[in-house]
């Protein structure tokens, strides 16, 4: 029986508030800090879920360097959108994904289903055979840097990559402010 959490369903609700009040702002820099407000909210979202390491991820990588990214950016533009000249196809772009998106999602087990393939698979000996397998004698270690490994690697890039970004993006309006200065 589906039992509602008046947590989840009022997180859920200020999900939705906030993507809207965002869609609907011009003002630029406001609409970055409510995106740091949708990612802290997101990272909410799978903490409740029991998945803390997306919660950790979500919450540095989406509300820490994507607004200081996002913000580093808007300093080298104006603080005001310019309206677009596309018309509705962003809209539709962004409606035939998310169509696929769910319609990928259909034949998936329910939340907490005992009878789900992750609850029976893989078996529990996995933690008897990790450190044979690994030669790493930590569980958890060898998880994450030998069983998901490339995943792992993959994190660390997405976050080296967006430092960069941000540093660079720094260096530059450095670099501007400097020849303002000068001229």
């Known amino acids: 029986m589906l039992t509602i959490q008046w947590t989840d369903v009022l997180l859920l609700a200020l999900l939705v508030a906030t993507a809207l009040v965002i869609v609907n702002m011009s ?3 406001a609409a970055v800090m409510l995106m ?3 990612s802290f909210l997101s990272a909410s979202w799978m903490l ?8 950790f991820t979500e919450a540095s990588v989406g509300a820490g ?6 913000l580093a950016a808007l300093s080298l533009t104006t603080t005001k959108m310019k309206h677009p000249r596309h018309g509705a196809l962003p809209l539709v772009v962004v ?3 998310g169509a696929v998106l769910i319609y990928g999602t259909l034949d998936m087990p329910h939340f907490e289903d ?22 790493v004698p930590n569980v958890v270690t060898a998880v994450l840097a030998s069983y998901r490994g490339y995943d792992t690697l993959g994190e660390t890039t997405v976050i080296f ?4 970004g941000v540093l660079l993006l720094l260096r530059n309006l450095k670099r501007r402010r400097r020849s303002e200065d000068t001229a």
């Not at 360097?65 to 996002?70: D, G, N, Q, R, V």
């Not at 005992?114 to 030669?135: F, K, M």
């Open 161 to 164: 990559t967006a430092g960069v």
């Open 95 to 97: 409606l035939v994904t």
């Open 27 to 29: 003002n630029l820099w």
């Open 114 to 135: 005992p009878n789900a393939p992750i609850q029976l698979y893989p078996d529990p000996s996995y933690v008897d055979r990790t450190e044979a397998e690994t030669e």
């Open 36 to 38: 740091g407000i949708y």
């Open 65 to 70: 360097i994507s607004t200081i990214l996002a």
């Open 48 to 55: 409740i879920l029991d998945s803390p390491d997306v919660a």
